[in-house]
């Protein structure tokens, strides 16, 4: 029957177009043999004149089906694991310790703050030398200036962010201390709904569409103290860094795009204009406008933090996580972000501490076969990992059809946005070229369902084999965006923590990427914190 879901699909998209309604246009031979073509098979007219009848009433009933409005917020009836069966959960527990905040003086000028970590930060709210106020107007003042020449804000959040921190200031006259990100300013990617804010998603469509309620994320981050100040800007529908409002810009240079999808949220970060901010990733929105912008962000296990409230592009990959100046920060976040809420089905109920430093000797560091020669430049970080007692261990990753299992990707993302489609509104979207979503999501809808599930299958046996890959390790490193890695992880829900790892010529940072056991970001965010304090890249800023 895999002829029969391609022409299905395939039918169904000729009506999706602006085809004429079903009953003026019968079933005729030629789509069914061009269908099947699609497919790889071939079938004999009598064969295809017996399945006639039962297309035309599949058809029909596909049609009784469109009737019934989706939202973007409606997730399928089932769900994705990467804890599979065979699969052990090998996340070590480490005992999260109480955050140790610097001792800190107020500066004269408090523009010196706008690159301080959040312990910096921490200490001087806490203290009361500087105020929660203070700091959220420093951050939206930066956010103006910039904004300008970056392209990164959506909307300020200014309203609510200084009633927030006045209310967080006055706690903290009651001996009230909420804890490291109390008033500490942060910005959300504009495709997390927020109360008081539109949530546009970055895409003409829907640029005046409002969502008043927090997505759970941000209700978890108001519980601990940090203030929302800005949503910040995503390429449209979580691809690219380019949304209605323009290109957002890398700070480091701002000719060159930030990369995306979570484009606002890298260039904020690195510009100095908040200490941390959410992004998302479904297939490298994290890494990759991290690694433009010599951020350190974590990615963590799928199922790790929840997607409530947040909009979906494919609902077996997405994955929600901090972008942060160190990964000791964005760690504190997602210790805060993580767990389930009772409204996402993924997510599971494992600690996920802040992790507490520790002596990274003994720990044995996969670097895949290859991955190093293909990027020399990185190759200096494998002698630092020696350096600090760690033993280099070269790993083979599977061999699989990655990328074109990532038809499960597309598959997904044209239902999420099936109605955008059908309703010839995708011809709004900026972008429109072969490669931009509007294309895609028609491609996608010519991908027949046992595909779909033949890739979902091959998922298993990647995740079976990648299981094998990480019993030998605790954790294996890559240059940044490497290819197979990234598609492959993406794929088995394995976590991720970015961190600059050096400077191009002109200053611009590259970075790598260390992949740890699924459920196991403490123990990934405490080796990567070991390192990174044993180097200065995470430091530098641009100078802006």
Same mark, same amino acid.
């Given at each position: 029957?895999?002829?029969?879901?391609?022409?299905?699909i395939? $039918?169904?998209?000729?009506?999706a177009?602006?085809?004429?309604?079903?009953?003026?246009e019968?079933?005729?031979?030629?789509?069914?043999?061009?269908?099947?073509?699609?497919?790889?098979?071939?079938f004999?007219d009598?064969? %295809?004149?017996?399945?006639?009848?039962?297309v035309?009433?599949n058809l029909?009933?596909?049609?009784?089906?469109?009737?019934?409005?989706?939202?973007?917020?409606?997730?399928?009836?089932?769900?994705?694991?990467p804890? #599979?069966?065979?699969?052990?959960?090998?996340?070590i527990p480490?005992?999260?310790t109480?955050?140790?905040?610097?001792?800190?003086?107020?500066?004269t000028d408090?523009?010196?703050?706008?690159?301080?970590?959040?312990?910096t930060?921490a200490?001087l709210?806490k203290?009361?030398?500087?105020?929660? =106020?203070?700091?959220?107007e420093?951050?939206?003042?930066?956010?103006?200036?910039l904004?300008?020449?970056?392209?990164?804000v959506v909307?300020?959040?200014?309203?609510?962010?200084?009633?927030r921190?006045r209310v967080l *200031?006055?706690e903290?006259?009651e001996?009230?201390?909420?804890?490291?990100?109390?008033?500490i300013?942060y910005?959300?990617?504009?495709l997390f709904?927020?109360?008081?804010?539109?949530?546009?998603?970055?895409?003409?469509?829907?640029e005046?569409?409002?969502?008043?309620?927090?997505?759970? =994320? @941000?209700?978890?981050?108001?519980?601990?103290g940090?203030?929302?100040?800005?949503?910040?800007?995503?390429?449209a529908?979580?691809?690219?860094d380019?949304w209605?409002?323009?290109?957002?810009?890398?700070? +480091?240079d701002p000719?060159?795009?930030?990369?995306?999808?979570?484009?606002?949220s890298?260039?904020?970060?690195a510009?100095?204009?908040?200490?941390f901010a959410?992004?998302?990733?479904t297939?490298?929105s994290?890494?990759?406008?991290?690694?433009?912008c010599?951020?350190?962000?974590?990615r963590?296990? $799928?199922?790790?933090v929840?997607?409530?409230?947040?909009? &979906?592009?494919?609902?077996t990959?997405?994955?929600?996580g901090?972008?942060?100046?160190?990964?000791h920060?964005a760690?504190?976040?997602?210790?805060?972000?993580?767990?389930?809420?009772g409204? *996402?089905?993924?997510?599971?109920s494992?600690?996920?501490?802040?992790p507490?430093?520790?002596?990274?000797k003994?720990?044995?560091?996969g670097v895949?076969?290859?991955a190093?020669?293909?990027?020399?430049?990185?190759?200096?970080?494998?002698?630092?990992l020696?350096?600090l007692?760690a033993?280099?261990?070269e790993?083979?990753?599977?061999? $699989?059809p990655?990328?074109?299992m990532?038809? %499960?990707?597309?598959?997904?993302?044209? &239902?999420?946005f099936?109605? #955008?489609?059908?309703?010839?509104?995708?011809?709004?979207l900026?972008?429109?070229?072969?490669?931009?979503?509007?294309?895609?999501?028609?491609?996608?809808?010519?991908i027949?369902? =046992?595909?779909?599930?033949?890739?979902?299958?091959?998922?298993?046996?990647?995740?079976?084999d990648?299981d094998?890959?990480?019993?030998q %390790?605790?954790?294996?490193?890559?240059?940044a965006f490497?290819?197979?890695?990234?598609? @492959?992880?993406?794929?088995?829900?394995?976590?991720?923590?970015i961190?600059?790892?050096?400077s191009?010529?002109?200053?611009?940072?590259?970075?790598?990427?260390f =992949?740890?056991?699924l $459920?196991?970001?403490?123990r990934?965010?405490?080796?990567?914190?070991? +390192?990174?304090?044993?180097?200065?890249?995470?430091?530098r800023h641009p100078?802006?």
């Amino acid at each position: 029957m895999l002829w029969l879901g391609c022409f299905l699909i395939f $039918y169904s998209s000729l009506g999706a177009a602006g085809g004429a309604p079903l009953d003026e246009e019968p079933v005729a031979p030629p789509q069914i043999e061009a269908a099947a073509k699609t497919a790889g098979l071939s079938f004999t007219d009598a064969e %295809i004149e017996q399945a006639l009848p039962g297309v035309i009433e599949n058809l029909r009933g596909f049609e009784a089906m469109r009737k019934i409005s989706l939202e973007n917020s409606v997730f399928p009836a089932f769900t994705f694991s990467p804890l #599979l069966p065979g699969i052990p959960l090998r996340a070590i527990p480490l005992e999260g310790t109480p955050i140790a905040l610097p001792e800190a003086k107020r500066p004269t000028d408090l523009e010196t703050l706008a690159f301080a970590d959040i312990p910096t930060l921490a200490s001087l709210i806490k203290s009361r030398q500087v105020s929660c =106020v203070e700091l959220a107007e420093l951050s939206l003042a930066r956010l103006r200036a910039l904004d300008p020449t970056l392209h990164c804000v959506v909307a300020l959040t200014e309203e609510r962010a200084l009633a927030r921190a006045r209310v967080l *200031d006055a706690e903290l006259a009651e001996g009230k201390w909420r804890g490291p990100l109390h008033g500490i300013p942060y910005g959300a990617k504009d495709l997390f709904s927020a109360r008081g804010a539109g949530t546009t998603w970055g895409a003409r469509p829907f640029e005046t569409q409002v969502i008043d309620a927090d997505a759970t =994320v @941000i209700e978890k981050l108001e519980t601990a103290g940090a203030v929302l100040v800005a949503k910040l800007s995503l390429g449209a529908l979580a691809m690219g860094d380019v949304w209605f409002g323009g290109k957002t810009r890398n700070p +480091w240079d701002p000719i060159r795009g930030s990369s995306g999808s979570s484009a606002g949220s890298a260039s904020a970060v690195a510009a100095g204009c908040v200490p941390f901010a959410l992004g998302t990733e479904t297939l490298g929105s994290i890494i990759s406008p991290a690694r433009r912008c010599g951020n350190s962000a974590i990615r963590p296990t $799928y199922g790790r933090v929840s997607r409530h409230g947040a909009m &979906a592009l494919a609902w077996t990959m997405d994955k929600v996580g901090p972008m942060a100046r160190s990964i000791h920060d964005a760690a504190l976040v997602l210790a805060v972000i993580s767990g389930p809420d009772g409204k *996402d089905p993924t997510v599971v109920s494992l600690p996920c501490p802040a992790p507490p430093a520790i002596d990274p000797k003994g720990w044995k560091i996969g670097v895949p076969k290859g991955a190093f020669a293909r990027s020399e430049r990185h190759a200096t970080v494998l002698d630092e990992l020696r350096a600090l007692g760690a033993e280099i261990v070269e790993i083979e990753l599977p061999e $699989y059809p990655v990328w074109e299992m990532m038809v %499960i990707l597309h598959a997904e993302a044209a &239902a999420a946005f099936d109605d #955008l489609t059908r309703s010839g509104r995708d011809d709004e979207l900026t972008s429109q070229g072969p490669e931009a979503w509007p294309n895609l999501f028609r491609i996608a809808r010519l991908i027949p369902a =046992v595909e779909y599930i033949r890739a979902s299958r091959l998922r298993t046996l990647l995740a079976r084999d990648m299981d094998q890959v990480m019993a030998q %390790i605790d954790l294996f490193v890559v240059p940044a965006f490497d290819g197979p890695s990234l598609g @492959i992880t993406n794929l088995t829900g394995h976590p991720s923590a970015i961190a600059p790892s050096g400077s191009h010529e002109d200053g611009r940072p590259y970075s790598v990427v260390f =992949v740890g056991q699924l $459920y196991d970001e403490p123990r990934l965010a405490a080796f990567v914190r070991a +390192w990174q304090e044993s180097t200065d890249y995470h430091r530098r800023h641009p100078a802006n």
